[in-house]
């Protein structure tokens, strides 16, 4: 059974950093790629990062480069989102997502709120 558990969320000052973690369950890991997601108050969920299988490509919303770093470790059959520089508009649930077979897998999410 695929599961997706985030963590590593919660209440940061503007400037700030966070890691997010999301642990991967009941596939193989290391053959997929994965992306998180985030949803703000009101608004739709945008893709945030992606990495693919074994790590050899990223990319990142306009809005995160420079300051988001999406990574994989295949060993631990986790990916992580470093954040850096954090903003108010950063405030979102964020999520881990990948797609399996044809069938798509989200996380719960964990919540991440940028404010002083």
């Known amino acids: 059974q695929v599961q997706l558990v985030e963590s590593g969320g919660g209440l940061v000052q503007p400037g700030g950093s966070l890691r997010l973690s999301c642990a991967a369950y009941?596939?193989?890991?290391?053959?997929?790629?994965m992306s998180w997601y985030r949803q703000a108050p009101g608004k739709e969920r945008e893709l945030v990062a992606r990495?693919?299988?074994?790590?050899?490509?990223?990319s990142y919303a306009d809005s995160v480069k420079g300051r988001f770093t999406i990574s994989r470790d295949d060993v631990k059959n986790t990916v992580y989102l470093q954040m850096n520089s954090l903003k108010p508009e950063d405030t979102a649930v964020y999520f881990c997502?990948?797609?399996?077979?044809?069938?798509?897998?989200w996380g719960k999410g964990t919540r991440v709120t940028v404010s002083s």
């Open positions: 009941g596939f193989i890991f290391s053959s997929y790629a």
């Open positions: 990495i693919t299988s074994g790590g050899s490509s990223t």
């Open positions: 997502f990948t797609m399996n077979s044809g069938r798509i897998y």
